[in-house]
């Protein structure tokens, strides 16, 4: 939708391309930012900006959004809720929401609607574990993007630690996906609200109505309150699910967590809608707000017209329900259940519902048999083949190793940001609110820690260390006007004393797709100057400058460190301030004196990887339009010897964050599926299912590949086949993880350290790893 006479050019320095919608609270706008990622603006009007209590309300919703910004919700970019007009900006979300994919093609079923059940389930586990409740779950709030569904608009949601505020006389939710609970106290809902609404959810995905859908809204209301869902024509597999969820008790539904294992042992089919079903005469295919807009306050749904081909994508217009907010904790497990041998991720199941389970598993077999439920989990590989076996290693434990798990203060709240490297005795950590830390490796007790003042663009982590010292980032805050935005700090390691500081750039992330503007080569490190220009490469304990290197002219590029060799990964001004980076030129830097060698151009997008056999490996990317990535489907090799670039095509594209270990390439998606690949031929080595979402990794131990995501969950691999040697339990309440993060774990010896969610750092000895329950 273009722009119309009376928008904004641009809000919070974001140019606007286009009007993805509005509604009765405010607009939200298709912008750019400088290194051409796509964002959805939602800009509040202007009437309500005068509104000290909206003004709060806002504050909140923006609050909420941050808490929540992971692998299943829109991540927030910025946000300005002190603005005239307040604004916040988050990631565009590509794809239609899940009321225009019912509208246009009817009901989900099979394995599509088991992936949105799972996704679903696992967006709001990540959700409550940060202490949020959404409140507003329905279909034109879930996003059907390549990668998985996304949850959206936190505009009533409530977290922990605000202050409740009242709403007299409106309807706050939308009455065919609202909870019972909500409905007669809205001010007291909790969690269980929101599984009581994707119960409902998950019944129009499969059926294209809700479980309560009558003529009027209130009666719709009445009949979540008294009457029992209509679940007719739901597969059966998936109503033994659904049915506690909609419990009309909170106590009587299961949480996010254990809905997750119910879901997770589904059949790999559902199935469809019934169409024989007792209530196949009423079916619908319908986004019941959209028609009731002027009961919840929500125009925005009717407002917009549908999306169609080519159009900006819907997922983004954003929601403007009511906006009230509400503080409800999420549960955790206590006393004897947390300890519970029946415990599921850490909470116990409970007795209202625990037959159900067994219900299901026994649907599922029926349905399937005991093989289909092993395919469903653990993808193709027909089984889990978990054991006994651990790692073992000849080095031994530093005296007087406990397993040991610690939180590191930073200088701002910024959850999984750690990243932690190992020299002799000490492990040195550093990332976020963190500019570096130096712990004990035996029992993980501070020595020293250097906070960072600012909010640090994601995926701000650790430089790296050296003998002596240890280098970080430092992000200025937000009302420092004189310090540079962003700096390279050395601190020295012993007594953590600062020794010197440069200004850095922040442009890499728009050339490599990884926030890396410095890296350390042996005793130095090589970084990017403040005005994204040239090279700097300094001593890394005295911070003398040992040479400097300007960018190829119209450029802006980014170190990449490969082994032992350093690369310069460079594009065009106009492709970084456009649509994205497609064709890269590499070129060799001299570690002595940073003489570039002559460039070696790439066709199309590509991702840096490893080296094997003195050739540089990268991962490419599709060219789709956009500059979201789209996972990967061939592999680059770069000979700097030759100047030779070899392209080989994967057999399918892979989707998820890469790594490589001995000439292996991995790939680790979001739900926990990792495959080996080789990159010489393109074919699949190994591909398997683990419990780890969002992993990144691998790192290599002995005998061993360790992947982890920001829950700390840590899975050990066998490099022949993928065999699955152990895996832990998550030790921290984390998302799970951005794409492409890099690794979390850290070896030292037998010895493995794991940065988690909210600084979290713990250890323990491979011979024996922390176990489930």
């Known amino acids: 939708m273009s722009l119309r006479e009376g928008d904004p050019a641009e809000i919070g320095g974001y140019p606007l391309e286009a009007r993805l919608g509005s509604g009765g609270m405010g607009a939200v706008f298709l912008a750019r930012t400088s290194s051409g990622r796509r964002v959805a603006v939602k800009l509040i009007h ?73 996704g679903l389930a696992e967006a709001l586990r990540d959700i409550h574990r940060v202490g949020v409740v959404h409140r507003d779950l329905k279909p034109s709030n879930v996003v059907l993007s390549p990668e998985g569904p996304r949850v959206i608009d936190f505009g009533i949601s409530r977290a922990v630690g605000q202050e409740t505020l009242t709403m007299t006389g409106r309807v706050i939710g939308t009455p065919p996906f609202m909870s019972p609970e909500q409905l007669r106290s809205p001010r007291h809902v909790g969690p269980g609200s929101d599984v009581f609404s994707l119960g409902t959810l998950l019944v129009y995905a499969a059926t294209g109505r809700g479980p309560f859908d009558a003529d009027s809204p209130y ?43 119910l879901l997770r042992d589904l059949p790999g089919d559902l199935g469809g809608a019934d169409a024989d079903g007792p209530d196949s005469g009423r079916y619908r295919t319908r986004d019941v707000i959209t028609q009731q807009a002027s009961v919840t306050g929500d125009a925005l749904a009717s407002a917009a017209p549908a999306e169609t081909p080519g159009e900006a994508s819907a997922a983004t217009r954003g929601d403007d329900s009511a906006t009230e907010s509400t503080i409800t904790p999420a549960p955790a497990p206590t006393g004897a259940d947390a300890d519970s041998p029946d415990t599921l991720n850490g909470r116990r199941p409970r007795g209202r519902w625990r037959p159900v389970l067994a219900a299901a598993v026994a649907v599922a077999a029926i349905g399937g048999g005991v093989a289909a439920l092993n395919a469903g989990r653990l993808g193709g590989d027909g089984g889990n083949d978990k054991g006994n076996d651990v790692v073992t290693s000849g080095a031994a434990l530093p005296v007087g190793f406990r397993p040991w798990h610690k939180t590191v203060p930073g200088g701002q709240e910024v959850l999984d940001e750690l990243r932690c490297v190992a020299h002799g005795d000490a492990v040195y950590c550093g990332g976020g609110g963190v500019v570096a830390t130096r712990v004990r490796t035996m029992d993980g007790s501070p020595v020293w820690t250097v906070t960072s003042p600012g909010i640090p663009p994601q995926g701000v982590h650790m430089v790296g260390a050296t003998d002596d010292t240890v280098i970080g980032y430092r992000i200025a805050a937000q009302d420092d006007t004189q310090s540079p935005p962003n700096e390279v700090v050395a601190i020295d390691a012993k007594s953590g004393r600062e020794l010197w500081s440069a200004p850095s750039g922040a442009q890499s992330i728009a050339v490599t797709g990884r926030f890396e503007d410095a890296v350390v080569v042996g005793s130095a490190v090589v970084s990017v100057d403040g005005s994204n220009s040239r090279f700097e490469a300094r001593d890394a304990h005295s911070g003398e400058v040992l040479w400097t290197t300007s960018f190829p002219a119209g450029t802006q590029c980014a170190p990449v460190l490969v082994g032992p060799r350093l690369f310069a990964m460079c594009a065009t001004d106009g492709e970084v301030d456009d649509l994205g980076v497609f064709h890269p030129a590499l070129y060799e830097v001299d570690r002595a004196s940073g003489k570039l060698g002559a460039p070696i151009t790439v066709d199309g997008r590509a991702v840096p990887v490893g080296v094997a056999d003195g050739r540089l490996v990268l991962l490419q990317e599709p060219v789709a339009g956009g500059a979201e990535p789209e996972g990967y489907d061939g592999v680059v090799w770069v000979d700097p010897a030759s100047r030779k670039v070899t ?126 329950g």
Not at 66 to 77: D, E, I, K, L, P
Not at 80 to 103: S, V
């Open 647 to 772: 392209y080989t095509r994967l057999a399918k594209k892979y989707e998820g964050t890469p790594g490589m270990v001995d000439g292996t390439v991995y790939v680790s998606g979001q739900t926990g599926l990792v495959t080996a690949l080789d990159p010489v031929t393109g074919r699949k080595k190994w591909s398997r299912q683990t419990d780890v979402e969002g992993a990144s990794g691998p790192v290599a131990g002995a005998g061993a590949l360790y992947f982890s995501s920001a829950t700390g969950r840590v899975v050990a691999l066998s490099p022949d086949d993928g065999r699955i040697l152990w895996a832990t339990p998550p030790q921290a309440d984390g998302l799970t993880g951005e794409q492409g993060a890099s690794p979390r774990v850290t070896v030292a010896g037998r010895v493995l350290i794991v940065a988690a969610a909210n600084n979290t750092l713990f250890a323990f000895d491979t011979r024996n790893p922390p176990k489930a």
């Open 219 to 261: 009666l719709t209301a009445y009949q979540v309150v008294h009457e029992e869902p209509s679940l007719g024509a739901v597969p059966t597999a998936l109503r033994a699910v659904v049915e506690p969820c909609l419990d009309k008790e909170p106590k009587g539904r299961p949480s996010a967590d254990e809905l997750l294992v």
């Open 46 to 118: 202007r009437q309500f900006a005068e509104d000290d209590e909206f003004r709060i309300r806002f504050r909140q919703e923006v609050a909420a959004a941050r808490r929540v910004s992971g692998a299943f919700t829109a991540a927030v970019v910025d946000a300005d809720p002190e603005a005239e007009q307040p604004w916040m900006a988050t990631a565009y979300i590509e794809g239609r929401t899940l009321a225009q994919h019912c509208a246009a093609e009817g009901p989900l079923s099979g394995a599509e609607l088991r992936r949105l059940a799972i």
